[in-house]
């Protein structure tokens, strides 16, 4: 049977006992095959209480991305990361994170051979930043994001979701903190779903990054990020 490169998209909840080891995981709940020239299989996975998955054994595992919910606030996050980077074959472990909880696992997750973080984070005003959660939690992002740097992970990418009248004033202070520290700003624009999303205009990204190019001297990146 041919072998064949997966890549994990692992969803975390805060339920269960924490990690125990490789074996313990549950089952894939849907798999999703690429092109048969890629040989590479695209598979999505929910977390049990117990633990994650099994791989096949023919099969290896080439780069793997911790989401959520918020996966920070899973017990065992680090010792989980740890162990799937010890399978032979993995190139690449990500994880993306609302950043409250990052400070006081950044440099665990980065020793357990963490190497990229998607952080999401809409404004730099705190005000602004409770209006969209709900809590009154910039600082302990910030600190976060901080922590991280410190960490020494390969990639950091900022997740901005620009809201019409909520924070689309502060595309320039976050392309310039981005600047700065070396990250990625990673634009999205947001879809007509939940309450936030039916309450507020979507701004459009075209407009938005012609005026950001011409301001800061940004030129159009073509590569994989």
């Not at 849907?30 to 049990?48: E, G, L, M, Y």
């Not at 020793?111 to 998607?118: I, K, M, P, W």
């Not at 947001?190 to 030129?219: C, E, I, N, Y």
């Amino acid at each position: 049977m041919l072998q064949q490169s997966l890549y994990l998209r692992l969803a975390l909840s805060a339920t269960g006992s924490g990690f125990r080891d490789f074996s313990d995981f549950s089952y894939i709940c849907q798999a999703f095959v690429a092109d048969a020239s890629d040989d590479v299989a695209f598979r999505d996975a929910v977390a049990a209480a117990d633990g994650l998955i099994v791989i096949p054994s023919n099969d290896i595992i080439a780069a793997c991305l911790f989401t959520g919910g918020e996966p920070l606030l899973r017990k065992g996050l680090a010792d989980l990361a740890a162990e799937i980077n010890r399978q032979p074959g993995v190139e690449d472990i990500s994880l993306t994170t609302n950043g409250t909880q990052l400070g006081k696992q950044a440099h665990q997750l980065r020793a357990a051979g963490v190497r990229r973080l998607n952080i999401s984070l809409d404004s730099l005003r705190g005000d602004c930043v409770k209006d969209i959660t709900g809590t009154d939690c910039l600082p302990q992002v910030l600190e976060g994001i901080k922590t991280a740097k410190a960490a020494g992970f390969e990639r950091i990418k900022i997740n901005m979701v620009p809201l019409s009248g909520i924070n689309d004033i502060d595309l320039d202070d976050m392309v310039a903190f981005c600047i700065e520290n070396g990250f990625i700003l990673n634009l999205i624009e947001a879809m007509p779903m939940g309450a936030t999303g039916q309450a507020h205009a979507k701004v459009s990204l075209q407009p938005v990054l012609a005026d950001l190019q011409q301001k800061f001297g940004l030129t159009p990146y073509e590569g994989k990020i």
